[in-house]
T-cell receptor, first 115, second 114 residues
Framework: AQKVTQTQTSISVMEKTTVTMDCVYE???????LFWYKQTASGEIVFLIR??????ENATVGHYSLNFQKPKSSIGLIITATQIEDSAVYFC????????????FGSGTRLLVSP | GPKVLQIPSHQIIDMGQMVTLNCDPV?????FYWYKQILGQQMEFLVN????????KSKLFKDQFSVERPDGSYFTLKIQPTALEDSAVYFC????????????FGPGTRLTVL
C-alpha cells in the first residue's frame, strides 16, 4: 500500500532565506508521480510542482524546486528566497502509475515565514 | 491557474438528513475526485469518477455516499443519511488526464453535522 510521510510538523524561517521540507514515500510501483501542494490560511489548496518517477532531473517551477532521491524514496521541496506569503501548510502527495486512481497525501508541514 | 468551484462554502445540517455538495470542475477536465479533510489534518481520498463511473473509492466512502455528474453539470457528492463523523471539509478536484497529471482543487465545502 502506498504511504506518504512528512515528519516535520512545522518550520519557522526568516524572509528571503531557503527552506527545505522533507517527504518520504512508500510504493510497490516502479512508476509513480509525486506532487507538492500548498494550503493557504483561507483553506485554498494550490498545486505547486510535480516529479515523475522516471525523470532523473529535479523539477523546478519558479522559486520551488525538488530534491528527488529515488533510492531513498525521498522528495524534498525547496523554496528559495522565501516570502511572507509562502506561509502555509505544505502537503506532499503521491499517485501510483499503475491501476490505482487515488492520490495519497502526507500530513503536512506548516511553514511560517517571518519578516 | 484553472479554477474549480464548490457550492455551498458552508453547510450545516442535522444528523440523519441528506446533503448534496456541488462541484463545478475545470471545463475540459475529465477526471473528478472528492477528498475529506478533518480539522486541518491531511486530506484523505474518497472517490475518483470518470466517464460516468466510480473508478476507485476508499474505505471512507461509505454506503451512504454517492457521486454523479448528470449530463456534464455539477459533479456532486451526496450523503444520505449524514452522521456526526461526516463533519469535515470536503474538497472537490479535477484533472485533465488521470494518472500523471496534477489535480486542481476547489475551495472546499465545510460540512457541519449537528
Amino acid at each position: 500500500a502506498q504511504k506518504v510521510t512528512q515528519t516535520q510538523t512545522s518550520i519557522s524561517v526568516m524572509e528571503k532565506t531557503t527552506v527545505t521540507m522533507d517527504c518520504v514515500y512508500e510504493t510497490q510501483d516502479s512508476s509513480y508521480f509525486l506532487f507538492w501542494y500548498k494550503q493557504t490560511a483561507s483553506g485554498e489548496i494550490v498545486f505547486l510542482i510535480r516529479q515523475d518517477s522516471y525523470k532523473k532531473e529535479n523539477a523546478t517551477v519558479g522559486h520551488y524546486s525538488l530534491n528527488f532521491q529515488k533510492p531513498k524514496s525521498s522528495i524534498g521541496l525547496i523554496i528559495t528566497a522565501t516570502q511572507i506569503e509562502d506561509s502555509a501548510v505544505y502537503f506532499c502527495a503521491m499517485r501510483e502509475g499503475g491501476g490505482g486512481y487515488k492520490v495519497v497525501f502526507g500530513s503536512g508541514t506548516r511553514l511560517l515565514v517571518s519578516p | 491557474g484553472p479554477k474549480v468551484l464548490q457550492i455551498p462554502s458552508h453547510q450545516i445540517i442535522d444528523m440523519g438528513q441528506m446533503v448534496t455538495l456541488n462541484c463545478d470542475p475545470v471545463s475540459n477536465h475529465l477526471y473528478f475526485y472528492w477528498y475529506k479533510q478533518i480539522l486541518g489534518q491531511q486530506m484523505e481520498f474518497l472517490v475518483n469518477f470518470y466517464n460516468g463511473k466510480v473508478m476507485e473509492k476508499s474505505k471512507l466512502f461509505k454506503d451512504q455516499f454517492s457521486v454523479e455528474r448528470p449530463d456534464g453539470s455539477y459533479f456532486t457528492l451526496k450523503i444520505q443519511p449524514t452522521a456526526l463523523e461526516d463533519s469535515a471539509v470536503y474538497f472537490c478536484a479535477s484533472s485533465l488526464v488521470d494518472r500523471g497529471y496534477e489535480q486542481y482543487f476547489g475551495p472546499g465545502t465545510r460540512l457541519t453535522v449537528l
